[in-house]
C-alpha cells in the first residue's frame, strides 16, 4: 500500500510479493501443517489482535492471492497514469487496501476486528468501483453498492454483538455446543447474504461489476462477493444449525441459479450480463453448502462431503473463469470503446487471444468437460445423486436441486453461445469494432494465468482432493465417516483423455484440410448481399428462453414500428431492468420517503412555530406526568 | 491388452454400426410411402464422398469453424464410449459417470452451435438459438430419467445403473425418454431433417455452411448421437443384465433397430410441430420421465 504513490513498477513487485508471501503462507495449512496463530501483546479497541490461519480461511486466501495477482499485473496496462492521470495512483492504493482488508477478514479471530476489516473491505471496494467518478452510471452503482453492503454490515453488526453477549467475549471460535446460538444463523444469512448476491439481496450487484473498471470487476466478482460465502461457511460450521438452515441456504441457491442466469440471458451489456452469472455461481456454491448443512443435520456426512467439496471447489474455480472473463471483457471495452454486445462482432479477427482466453472462460462457466467448472458441478451433482439414490431424508430436496442444476447448465451454456457468438464471430457490426486492436502483453499474460489455473484444475482434479478433504474435514469439525475415497481420479483420467483426443483429432483436421480449403462469403441459402447489421443479435438469440421467464425479467421494449404506406424509420430496443431493485426496492424506498416527507412539514423554520412545540410537548409532559400521581422521588 | 482389444473393438462398432440407423428410418419412411428409397448404406457412400472433397469456408470463419466439428464428433464419441452394452460393461466405469455423458453431449452441442455461429449468417443464429433453447427442456427430462435409474439401482455408475424397472414405471420412461430422443436428434416432429429451406428447422440450418470432411464430421457424430440415445433407451427400459451375454447383445441389438423403425414410422406418420407447441411437448417428455421417478421412489417408502 505503501508503494502505491511510488510508481507503478514498485507497486505492482511490493504487490506481486506480498500475495506470493500469502499464498505461500495460505498452501501450508493446506497441505497438513498445523494452524497458524498470532496473538498480538497490544490491544486494539479494547481487545487483543487475534491472527488464525485455518483450513478454511487459507482455501479462500489462496484464491484472492491468485486473483490479487492478475488483478494487479492486468491494471498496469488497464488502468495505467497516461490514460487515467487522475484515478491510476488511487486505484493502486485502493486496490491493496482491498486485498489487505479481505486478508484481514480471513484471518482475524475477534469479532470486533473482523467488523472493522469488514467495513475497510466494504469502502475500499467501494472508491474501487468508483473510480471513474466522473461517470454518473458509476456514481450511481457505487451508492447502490454503498448501501446494500451498509445493510449488510448493519445485520453483522447485531450478529456479532449478538455472539459476545451470549459468549461474554469477542473472541470467535467453534460455539456449536450452545445451542441458544442457532437462531442468529438467519441475521448472518442476511449479512453474509448481500455480499455474496444471493438472489433477492443482489440488487447492487449487477450495476457494481459492470460499471466498476474491469480488473476490478474481476476482484469483485471472482473473490469479494466469495467473502460473503466465507462468512456462511465459517459460521455454518461454528455455530449450531438451526434445523431449516440448510433447505433455506439450498433453495435460495436454487433461486440464485436459476434465475441469475434467466437474467443473464436479457442483458445486451457484456459486463453486466457476466455479473448476473456471478449471482448463478453463487446459487450453485450455495446449493453445495445447504446440502452438506442438511447432512450434518441428518448425520449423514459421507453425502454432504461431497456437495460441500464441490462448492468449495466451485469457490476457486468461479474465482478463476470469471476473473478471467472479466478481464477479458475488459480487453474488449479496452479497445472498442463499449460493452454494449450489439455494437459488436467479428473480434478475434484483431484479438484472436482475447478471444481464445474468453472462449476457454466460457466453456468453463458452463461446466464443459475438461475444464473445471465441471469438476466442481460433478460434485456438487454426486452429492445431490448420492443423497437421492441412498433413500435418505433429504431426498426431497435434492431431486428438485439436481434437476434445477441441471436446467442452469443448459441455460448457462446458451448464455455463452450467445456471447462468444455475437462478440467475437461473424462480422464487425460497427467502425469500432472493426478496428479493435489486441490488448498489450500485460493484459494478455494475466488472462493467460487464469486460463492455465482453469485447465490446470479441469485436467488433474486429483490432486487437490486431499486439500479439499482437509477443508471439508475442518468444517465437519469431526473425523468419522470422512474417509471418503478419491473419487477425482478416473474423472480427471477421462478428462486427460478427452482432451487429449480432441487436440489430436483438431490438429490432424486442421492439418489435412489446410491445402484444400478455399474461402467464399457466407452461403446462407445463396443469399447475396448480407450485411453485418443483418446478423442475429443477442437479444432474438436469447429470444426464446426470455420468452419463458417473462414473468420475472418484465423487459422493457421501445419501439416505433413502421407504419402507412412509406414508412420512414422504424427501431426497436428492448432492455432488461432489474426487477427486485425496480419493482420492489424502489418502490418501497419511495414509500418511506414519502412518510417522511409528512415530517417535513413541521419544520419551516418559523421561529414562532418551534416555540409553540416548545410549548405544546411541555403541556403534553405535564398532561402525562401530573394525573399519575406527580413525580415520584 | 484385453482391455485395450475391447475398447478398440466398443469403439469400431460404434463408428461403423452408426450410419446405420439413418438408413433403416428413410427406408422405413419409403416403405411407408410406397417408394424404392435410398439405399440402406447411403450414408457411408456419403461419408466417404464428403471425406475426399475439399472444403470452401466462409470469409468471416475463423479456424474454430474447423475445429469445433472435430471437437464435437470426439465429444459424441467418448459419450458412446462410456455406455455399456448390455452385459458387457464399458471400458471405463466410475461412480458419476453418467454425469459426464451428458456433459460431454453438452459440450458437442456448445461446438456446433459456436460453428454456426461462426458465419455471421441470421439463418444459421437462428437454429443455433433454437438447438440451445430446446436442449434445456431436454437436458431436464434427462438427468430426470438418470434420477429414476438412480434411485431405482442405487447407483450412478453406467455399468451398474441399468436395473430392470418394473412394468409401468418402464413404460412412462420409454415414452419419455423417445420424446427426448426424437428432439435431441432433430427428428419429426421437432425439426424435419429432410428440408433445407425452410425458416423452421433447427439442426439442418445450423450445418449449412459446413462443407467436406468437417460436415462428414458432423454427419456421422449425428448417427452416433442417435445411436446413443436409442441404446441408453432400450438399456434403461430392458432387462438386458438380467440374461446371458449373446443373446442380451441380440436383444439391444433387436431393441436399437425397432428405436430406428419407430422413429422412422412417426417421421412418416405425423407433421411437424407447430414451433410454439415445441417445448410443450418437451415438457410433456419431461413429466413422463418423471412419474416414473415419483413411482420408483414413493414405491420404496
Redesign the interface.
Known amino acids: 500500500m505503501a508503494t502505491s504513490h511510488a510508481g507503478p513498477r514498485w507497486w505492482t513487485a511490493s504487490t506481486l510479493g506480498g500475495t506470493v508471501c500469502a499464498f505461500i503462507a495460505a498452501i501450508l495449512p493446506l497441505a497438513g501443517n498445523p494452524v497458524w496463530e498470532w496473538r498480538s501483546e497490544w490491544s486494539l479497541g479494547g481487545e487483543q489482535v487475534l491472527l488464525r490461519l485455518d483450513e478454511i480461511g487459507a482455501f479462500f486466501l489462496l484464491l484472492l492471492c491468485v486473483v490479487g495477482m492478475a488483478g494487479a499485473v492486468y491494471s498496469r496496462e488497464y488502468w495505467n497514469g497516461t490514460a487515467h492521470p487522475r484515478s491510476a495512483r488511487r486505484g493502486r492504493l485502493w486496490w491493496n487496501a482491498m486485498l489487505l482488508s479481505m486478508g484481514l477478514v480471513l484471518t482475524v479471530g475477534n469479532g470486533l476486528h473482523f467488523l472493522l476489516a469488514w467495513e475497510i473491505f466494504a469502502v475500499s471496494a467501494y472508491f474501487l468501483v468508483t473510480l471513474d467518478r466522473e461517470n454518473p452510471d458509476v456514481r450511481t452503482a457505487g451508492w447502490v453498492y454503498l448501501a446494500a453492503s451498509h445493510l449488510g454490515t448493519l445485520a453483522l453488526f447485531a450478529f456479532f454483538a449478538a455472539l459476545a453477549g451470549h459468549t461474554g467475549s469477542w473472541e470467535l471460535g467453534p460455539m456449536r455446543h450452545i445451542p441458544a446460538l442457532a437462531p442468529f444463523y438467519w441475521l448472518a444469512l442476511l449479512g453474509f447474504g448481500i455480499k455474496a448476491g444471493i438472489f433477492p439481496l443482489h440488487i447492487w450487484l449487477p450495476s457494481a461489476h459492470a460499471n466498476a473498471p474491469s480488473h476490478v470487476s474481476a476482484l469483485m466478482s471472482g473473490v469479494a462477493i466469495k467473502m460473503g460465502i466465507f462468512g456462511l461457511v465459517r459460521f455454518g460450521s461454528w455455530l449450531p444449525l438451526p434445523a431449516a438452515a440448510g433447505w433455506a441456504v439450498a433453495g435460495l441457491g436454487c433461486a440464485s441459479a436459476v434465475l441469475g442466469v434467466a437474467f443473464a440471458l436479457g442483458q445486451h451489456d457484456l459486463k453486466r450480463l457476466l455479473a448476473y452469472h456471478s449471482v448463478e455461481n453463487i446459487g450453485i456454491i450455495l446449493i453445495g453448502l445447504g446440502f452438506a448443512m442438511i447432512a450434518v443435520d441428518q448425520g449423514r456426512p459421507e453425502w454432504g462431503i461431497l456437495a460441500l467439496a464441490g462448492g468449495l471447489l466451485h469457490v476457486w474455480n468461479h474465482g478463476l473463469f470469471k476473473a478471467l472473463l472479466f478481464l477479458g471483457a475488459g480487453s474488449v471495452l479496452h479497445a472498442t470503446g463499449t460493452r454494449e454486445m450489439s455494437r459488436l462482432g467479428g473480434l478475434w479477427r484483431p484479438m484472436p487471444w482475447t478471444a481464445g482466453f474468453f472462449t476457454l472462460g466460457a466453456m468453463a462457466i458452463c461446466g464443459l468437460p475438461p475444464l473445471n467448472g465441471f469438476v466442481s458441478e460433478w460434485l456438487v451433482f454426486s452429492g445431490l445423486f448420492d443423497a437421492a439414490r441412498h433413500q435418505t431424508d433429504a431426498v426431497l430436496a435434492a431431486v428438485p436441486a439436481a434437476i434445477l442444476l441441471g436446467a442452469t447448465g443448459a441455460l448457462a451454456l446458451a448464455c455463452f453461445i450467445k456471447v462468444c457468438g455475437v462478440v467475437f464471430l461473424g462480422a464487425p457490426r460497427t467502425e469500432s469494432a472493426h478496428k479493435a486492436h489486441e490488448c498489450g502483453p500485460a493484459m494478455r499474460g494475466a488472462m493467460a494465468a487464469l486460463a492455465a489455473g482453469c485447465i490446470a484444475i479441469g485436467l488433474a482434479p486429483a490432486l487437490l482432493w486431499p486439500a479439499l478433504l482437509r477443508v471439508a474435514k475442518a468444517w465437519f469439525g469431526a473425523d468419522e465417516g470422512m474417509a471418503a475415497a478419491n473419487r477425482l481420479v478416473p474423472l480427471g483420467a477421462a478428462h486427460l483423455c478427452i482432451a487429449l483426443l480432441a487436440l489430436a483429432v483438431a490438429a490432424l483436421t486442421v492439418r489435412s484440410l489446410r491445402a484444400r480449403t478455399a474461402r467464399a462469403v457466407t452461403w446462407d441459402c445463396g443469399y447475396a448481399i448480407p450485411t453485418a447489421r443483418m446478423q442475429y443479435t443477442a437479444e432474438s438469440f436469447a429470444g426464446i428462453i426470455t420468452g419463458w421467464f417473462t414473468w420475472i425479467l418484465r423487459p422493457v421494449v421501445h419501439a416505433g414500428l413502421p407504419e402507412g404506406f412509406f414508412p420512414t424509420r422504424a427501431h426497436r430496443a428492448s432492455h432488461t431492468p432489474e426487477t427486485v431493485l425496480e419493482r420492489i426496492v424502489r418502490p418501497c424506498a419511495l414509500a418511506i420517503l414519502k412518510i417522511s416527507d409528512l415530517a417535513r412539514g413541521f419544520q419551516q423554520g418559523r421561529t414562532q412555530a418551534y416555540i409553540f412545540y416548545l410549548c405544546a410537548a411541555l403541556l403534553a409532559l405535564a398532561l402525562a406526568v401530573f394525573p399519575g400521581g406527580g413525580l415520584k422521588p | 491388452m484385453s482391455v485395450f482389444i475391447d475398447t478398440s473393438l466398443r469403439l469400431l462398432a460404434w463408428l461403423i454400426l452408426a450410419p446405420l440407423l439413418p438408413g433403416v428410418i428413410n427406408k422405413v419412411k419409403a416403405w411407408v410411402a410406397g417408394r424404392q428409397g435410398p439405399p440402406v448404406l447411403q450414408l457411408y457412400y456419403d461419408l466417404a464422398r464428403l471425406w475426399r472433397k475439399?472444403?470452401?469456408?466462409?470469409?468471416?470463419a475463423?479456424?474454430?469453424f474447423?475445429?469445433a466439428?472435430?471437437?464435437a464428433?470426439?465429444?459424441v464419441i467418448?459419450a458412446a464410449a462410456l455406455l455399456p452394452l448390455a452385459g458387457a460393461d464399458a471400458p471405463?466405469s466410475?461412480?458419476?459417470?453418467v454425469?459426464?455423458l451428458?456433459?460431454?453431449l453438452?459440450?458437442a452441442?456448445?461446438c456446433t452451435?459456436?460453428g454456426?455461429?461462426?458465419?455471421?449468417?441470421?439463418?444459421?443464429?437462428?437454429g443455433?438459438?433454437?438447438e440451445?433453447?430446446?436442449?434445456?427442456l431436454a437436458?431436464?427430462g434427462?438427468?430426470?430419467a438418470i434420477?429414476t435409474l438412480?434411485?431405482q439401482?442405487?447407483?450412478?455408475s453406467l455399468s451398474s445403473m441399468f436395473e430392470p424397472l418394473p412394468g409401468p414405471s418402464a413404460a412412462l420412461l420409454a415414452v419419455g425418454l423417445f420424446i427426448i430422443l426424437l428432439a435431441e436428434n432433430c427428428r419429426v416432429p421437432f425439426d424435419d431433417p429432410n428440408t433445407?429451406?425452410e425458416l423452421t428447422m433447427i439442426h439442418e440450418v445450423m450445418v449449412?455452411?459446413h462443407s467436406?470432411?468437417?460436415l462428414a464430421?458432423i454427419l456421422h457424430g449425428a448417427s452416433v448421437k442417435l445411436m446413443l440415445f436409442a441404446v441408453f433407451l432400450a438399456q434403461a427400459v430392458l432387462p438386458l443384465s438380467e440374461v446371458p451375454l449373446v443373446m442380451s447383445l441380440a436383444l439391444l441389438a433387436l431393441a436399437v433397430l425397432l428405436v430406428a423403425v419407430a422413429v422412422g414410422l412417426v417421421e412418416s406418420l405425423t407433421a411437424r410441430l407447430a414451433f410454439r407447441r415445441v417445448?410443450l411437448l418437451l415438457t410433456i417428455g419431461f413429466l413422463f420421465c418423471l412419474f416414473p421417478?415419483l413411482l420408483t421412489?414413493m414405491g420404496?417408502?
Open positions: 475439399g472444403v470452401v469456408i466462409s470469409t468471416l475463423s479456424p474454430g474447423i475445429i466439428p472435430a471437437v464428433w470426439v465429444a467418448g471405463v466410475f461412480d458419476g459417470d454425469l459426464l451428458v456433459y460431454l453438452a459440450l452441442r456448445f452451435a459456436w454456426a455461429m461462426e458465419t455471421g449468417s441470421a439463418f444459421e443464429g437462428m443455433a438459438a433454437r440451445v433453447s430446446y436442449a434445456i437436458e431436464v434427462i438427468i430426470t434420477l438412480a434411485v439401482s442405487g447407483s450412478i433445407h429451406l449449412l455452411d467436406g470432411p468437417p464430421m417445448p421417478l421412489w420404496e417408502i
